[in-house]
């Protein structure tokens, strides 16, 4: 079993459409989470942390289920430029290493 | 604005080369890591340091080694390159105190005929 995993998609979205994304992980010992964006022939960059309460920033809003193990990251009105893959990321608190799930591809249609 | 760098965009090798890739950050980060990213399969550590001169395998080190003589710069090296090494390898760094927050490189596509 893969320590992070994601429904590697596509979601193909209508602009407006909201839409979410899962992932699971394995081990319970994970300290914290991450969801990562990665343009196409680009370098992945941080989207934003998950903290246990759940957080927002804008449209975006990222929840956390300990209990589950699993980490979610809700888009509402998508734009076109969302369309990315989205990398759910755990640190198991390993001195900085991140485990990166394979991520999920979102594409947002005019 | 921090930058990760690394040395090629682009590489093609024949079996057998010994390659070298570098990378090099401007953000005084302890952490550098180093990653293969291939389809279907993510981003797969490599090798990581957390100091000069200390290394520590990742997931994925078989055939692969690295160099840290410096802060700002780490090295991969594939010493007798092979097909099944033609990917994507992307550098990140962080600071130990974000340690969630790594900064990547913008990728070398290596590519081994």
């Known amino acids: 079993r893969k320590e992070v995993e994601q429904d590697p998609g596509p979601f193909n979205v209508p602009e407006g459409a909201t839409v979410a994304f899962n992932c699971t992980y394995s081990n319970s010992a994970s300290q914290s989470f991450f969801w990562y964006r990665q343009d196409c022939r680009k370098e992945p960059k941080l989207l934003m942390s998950v903290y246990s309460s759940g957080n927002e920033d804008g449209r975006f809003t990222a929840q956390l289920n300990r209990a589950s193990q699993y980490i979610s990251l809700l888009i509402r009105d998508s734009k076109l430029s969302d369309s990315a893959t989205y990398l759910c990321v755990v640190d198991y608190n390993q001195g900085g290493k991140l485990i990166f799930g394979q991520g999920t591809e979102l594409s947002v249609k005019p | 604005d921090v930058k990760v760098t690394q040395s090629s965009r682009y590489l093609v090798k024949r079996t057998g080369e010994k390659v070298f890739l570098e990378c090099v950050q401007d953000m005084d980060h302890e952490n550098m890591f180093w990653y293969r990213q291939d389809p279907g399969l993510g981003l797969r550590l490599i090798y990581f340091?957390?100091?000069?001169?200390?290394?520590e395998k990742g997931d994925i080190p078989e055939g692969y080694s690295v160099s840290r003589e410096k802060k700002e710069r780490f090295s991969l090296i594939l010493e007798s390159a092979s097909t099944n090494q033609t990917s994507m390898y992307l550098c990140?760094?962080?600071?130990?105190?974000?340690?969630?927050?790594?900064?990547f490189g913008p990728g070398t596509r290596l590519t081994v005929t």
């Open positions: 340091s957390y100091d000069v001169k200390m290394k």
């Open positions: 990140a760094s962080s600071d130990p105190g974000l340690a969630g927050e790594q900064y």
